[in-house]
């Protein structure tokens, strides 16, 4: 590095380098961290996807216990990948480099990129839909050029988005979120503890799989991080917080007076009218709405970081401006409602393979340098544990694509598989990647050379202090 830690600490305003090559900040605090992870633990997708956790006959106890021990699960999820960014000071794509080699990690990269422009586009409609009805213009493309020319400025100075984001907007969502609690808690409760728990897993499986979609976003931030434990606390407790208070109102307002009836977009219409309804739930829902740009925000810069991987001399600010441009295009164009199935789909493969990635980067590797390198060396065998996980994945939870689900019941009877109510698949499918990458320990190890360094420029007395 060419300035000290002291100079770089100092400079509050420095964003990230241009490319790969430049010099990068290490500016993000404990705090940080926290309102960037809890306001990204908070979406309007969040109430919404509470309805999928109360399923026939299932009880209110059972859902919010799923909440919790989802969001933790996903969380720890999030939170390790999150201090890899800090310790490595690589962004998370550039870290694959050092599990799959340089030119594997291209599979991965191009994975991430279709999930997160699909996400960015996502995220823009679902803001263009609640403004539509916030404001009484009953249009949408207005709605979504305004959120794709704020979530592309925000995506050019990231750093300053997150300071911005602890400044002002945590302090405002929370206290949003605790007036339509108190507001939603006035209306008669249901039993908590009438109906079943035969759902369980099946509820906080939906609840890990959202947490775990951040995991290939995570490092991409607390490369910026002054140190490991701001990161690691940072997402852990800003992201768990925010996302398990985040259901809680949705479940709250699914059973005390939104109406479960209809499609997705009947019921997210009627639960935004539900906000709203409430005294003032004008005023708390437009912070919630404000606030959703952080998610879009989030998608096309990781969008533009992860492009650099492959290409890692072009200007992430170009890149920002090109991705938050085809964002706002395809919201206008696409109905990106109906493609919310398949980008699930595709978060699915994240977490088996963040299961081969944690194995060798904290357990086998653990102590040597992380070659990220863009001559690192390819290691195919890596590829069975992950492959391995996916398809245990498919085979408890294949998903709501018609075609899909039908492919992956032929595949289970064909195994004599039956799937149990007690099997999680992000927990399961990460178990089994995780055992069969120790497993395959021995052969997937590769020499290093003597001279090799460490991926982090930064004294490891400033990472951990």
Same mark, same amino acid.
Not at 291 to 304: G, H, I, M, Q
Not at 320 to 349: C, H, K, N, P, R
């Given at each position: 590095?060419?300035?000290?830690?002291?100079?770089?600490?100092?400079? !509050?305003?420095?964003?990230?380098?241009?490319?790969?090559?430049?010099? +990068?900040?290490?500016?993000?605090?404990?705090?940080?961290? $926290?309102?960037? #992870?809890?306001?990204?633990?908070?979406? =309007?997708?969040?109430?919404? *996807?509470?309805?999928?956790?109360?399923? &026939?006959?299932?009880?209110?106890?059972?859902?919010?216990?799923?909440? $919790?021990?989802?969001?933790?699960?996903?969380?720890?999820?999030?939170?390790?990948?999150?201090?890899?960014?800090?310790?490595?000071?690589?962004?998370?794509?550039?870290?694959?480099? /050092?599990?799959?080699?340089?030119?594997?990690?291209?599979? &991965?990269?191009?994975?991430?990129?279709?999930?997160?422009?699909?996400?960015?586009?996502?995220?823009?409609?679902?803001?263009?839909?609640?403004?539509?009805?916030?404001?009484? #213009?009953?249009? +949408?493309?207005?709605?979504?050029? !305004?959120?794709?020319?704020?979530?592309?400025?925000?995506?050019?100075?990231?750093?300053?988005?997150?300071?911005?984001?602890?400044?002002?907007?945590?302090?405002?969502?929370?206290?949003?979120?605790?007036?339509?609690?108190?507001?939603?808690?006035?209306?008669?409760?249901?039993? =908590?503890?009438? *109906?079943?728990?035969?759902?369980?897993?099946?509820?906080?499986?939906?609840?890990?799989?959202?947490?775990?979609?951040?995991?290939?976003?995570?490092?991409?931030?607390?490369?910026?991080?002054?140190?490991?434990?701001?990161?690691?606390?940072?997402?852990?407790? *800003?992201?768990?917080?925010? +996302? $398990?208070?985040?259901?809680?109102?949705?479940?709250?307002?699914?059973?005390?007076?939104?109406?479960?009836?209809?499609?997705?977009?009947?019921?997210?219409?009627?639960?935004?009218?539900?906000?709203?309804?409430?005294? @003032?739930?004008?005023?708390?829902?437009?912070?919630?709405?404000?606030?959703?740009?952080?998610?879009?925000?989030?998608? @096309?810069?990781?969008?533009?970081?992860?492009?650099?991987?492959?290409?890692?001399? =072009?200007?992430?600010?170009?890149?920002?401006?090109?991705?938050?441009? @085809?964002?706002?295009?395809?919201?206008?164009?696409?109905?990106?409602?109906?493609?919310?199935?398949?980008?699930?789909?595709?978060?699915?493969?994240?977490?088996?393979?963040?299961?081969?990635?944690? @194995?060798?980067?904290?357990?086998?590797?653990?102590?040597?340098?992380?070659?990220?390198?863009?001559?690192?060396?390819?290691?195919?065998?890596?590829?069975?544990?992950?492959?391995?996980?996916?398809?245990?994945?498919? =085979?408890?939870?294949?998903?709501?694509? /018609?075609? #899909?689900?039908?492919?992956?019941?032929?595949?289970?009877? #064909?195994?004599?598989?039956?799937?149990?109510?007690?099997?999680?698949?992000?927990?399961?499918?990460?178990?089994?990647?995780?055992?069969?990458?120790?497993?395959? /320990?021995?052969?997937?190890?590769?020499?290093?050379?003597?001279?090799?360094?460490?991926?982090?420029?930064? &004294?490891? +007395?400033?990472?951990?202090?």
């Amino acid at each position: 590095m060419t300035s000290t830690i002291d100079d770089v600490r100092a400079d !509050v305003h420095s964003e990230p380098g241009r490319t790969l090559d430049d010099e +990068q900040p290490r500016t993000l605090g404990f705090w940080d961290q $926290v309102a960037l #992870w809890g306001n990204l633990g908070i979406s =309007l997708l969040g109430p919404t *996807g509470a309805i999928f956790l109360l399923a &026939p006959g299932v009880s209110m106890l059972s859902a919010l216990v799923a909440v $919790v021990a989802g969001t933790m699960i996903g969380t720890v999820l999030v939170a390790l990948a999150a201090l890899a960014g800090a310790r490595s000071g690589r962004p998370a794509m550039v870290l694959l480099r /050092g599990l799959f080699g340089a030119k594997l990690s291209y599979l &991965p990269t191009v994975l991430n990129l279709v999930q997160l422009l699909g996400w960015a586009t996502f995220e823009l409609v679902v803001i263009a839909a609640a403004l539509k009805q916030l404001l009484p #213009w009953n249009v +949408q493309w207005p709605y979504i050029v !305004v959120a794709g020319v704020a979530t592309t400025i925000m995506a050019l100075w990231p750093l300053g988005a997150v300071r911005m984001l602890r400044r002002y907007a945590l302090v405002a969502v929370i206290i949003a979120i605790t007036y339509l609690f108190i507001q939603l808690g006035r209306n008669p409760m249901p039993s =908590l503890t009438h *109906g079943s728990w035969s759902g369980f897993w099946i509820s906080a499986d939906i609840v890990i799989a959202v947490a775990v979609s951040w995991v290939p976003l995570a490092a991409d931030y607390t490369r910026h991080s002054r140190s490991e434990r701001a990161a690691f606390g940072g997402a852990m407790i *800003g992201y768990t917080v925010t +996302q $398990v208070a985040c259901y809680a109102l949705g479940l709250l307002a699914f059973t005390t007076v939104v109406s479960a009836a209809g499609t997705a977009d009947d019921q997210q219409h009627n639960l935004f009218a539900a906000f709203i309804a409430v005294p @003032v739930g004008w005023l708390a829902f437009a912070v919630l709405v404000a606030r959703e740009l952080d998610e879009s925000f989030a998608n @096309v810069y990781s969008t533009a970081v992860s492009i650099q991987n492959p290409f890692p001399h =072009l200007d992430r600010r170009v890149l920002a401006v090109g991705v938050g441009t @085809v964002a706002t295009i395809g919201a206008l164009v696409f109905s990106i409602g109906e493609y919310q199935d398949f980008l699930y789909l595709l978060g699915s493969l994240f977490v088996p393979m963040f299961a081969v990635f944690a @194995v060798r980067y904290f357990i086998l590797d653990r102590g040597k340098p992380w070659d990220t390198s863009e001559t690192a060396p390819s290691r195919w065998s890596l590829l069975v544990p992950w492959a391995v996980g996916f398809v245990a994945y498919q =085979l408890i939870n294949p998903g709501s694509i /018609g075609w #899909w689900v039908t492919a992956w019941t032929h595949v289970q009877g #064909w195994l004599h598989f039956t799937p149990r109510s007690w099997m999680s698949a992000s927990v399961l499918s990460f178990v089994v990647a995780a055992l069969l990458t120790l497993a395959m /320990g021995p052969i997937t190890t590769r020499r290093r050379p003597a001279d090799a360094e460490p991926v982090s420029a930064v &004294p490891s +007395q400033v990472l951990r202090g």
